[in-house]
Each structure stands twice: as C-alpha cells, then as structure tokens.
C-alpha cells in the first residue's frame, strides 16, 4: 500500500464517517466503513517501506545510473584526501613548535574535507548494494 493509498484509507475510515452513513444502510457497508486500525509496529514496517520508495523515487531523479569510472574516481578523492591529511599531521608532529592557528584551521580542514568524502563515499556504496541505483555494466541480484 503506498503513502497515498494509506491516507486515503484513514480518511474514508475517520471519525464521523460511519456517522454520516445513513440509517437503513445494510449492515455490509457499515461493516466495510469500519475503521483500519494499524499497531504501531505495522505503521512502522509501513513508513519504512514509504521512506525507502520515496529515496528509491528521489535518487533515481537525481542520478539515474552511475557509472563505475565514477565510483573510481570518488575512491581516489577519499585516498588522496587521507594521505594529504595523514601528511599534514606528520609534518606538524615533526615540526617541534606548537601549530599556528592556521595550520590547525587547515587541518582541521583537511580532516572535515576527508571524512566527508568517506561518509559520500559509503552513502554511495551502500544505495549501491541496497540496489538503490543502478550501476552500468553490473546486473542486479
């Protein structure tokens, strides 16, 4: 049942409706103008269900398919990344002087631009093996 489906469920079934329907309906459409009433784990299954359709919706709008070489060049940003950040730290460490407050913007910097490239790099990887989107070249399972 999609979002809307379930909205609209919950209205025709909503308070007041029953109240309206008129007194010599037969006892069938009072019983199927009974209220729907999900547990609150059912509601959750379902709203999971909606959110995953609604990413499944958004990222096809936004990326269609990636393309492998894409993937590649991400990994190589996220290594080139951590290497820079790696050497800047050891160039400091080395250094015996307490670090500017410029080279410790930098850095911190650098360690910001890094993790949020790894933390792109794995929301990437993870819409992949949830098969989220697809991927050219490489079939689904």
Do not use: W
């Amino acid at each position: 049942m999609s979002v809307i489906d379930f909205i609209s469920v919950r209205r025709q079934s909503g308070p007041g409706l029953s109240e309206s329907a008129p007194s010599g309906a037969p006892e069938k459409s009072r019983a199927a103008q009974a209220p729907i009433t999900l547990s609150a784990s059912q509601f959750a299954r379902h709203m999971s269900q909606v959110a995953e359709d609604e990413l499944r919706r958004a990222i096809k709008r936004q990326v269609d398919t990636i393309d492998p070489r894409e993937m590649i060049d991400l990994a190589k940003m996220m290594a080139e990344s951590k290497a820079k950040y790696i050497a800047m730290t050891l160039t400091a460490a080395s250094n015996r002087t307490p670090m500017s407050d410029a080279e410790t913007e930098q850095l911190r910097a650098t360690r910001v631009r890094m993790q949020e490239l790894q933390s792109a790099y794995n929301e990437v990887n993870e819409a992949i093996g949830a098969q989220l989107v697809d991927v050219r070249g490489i079939t689904k399972e």
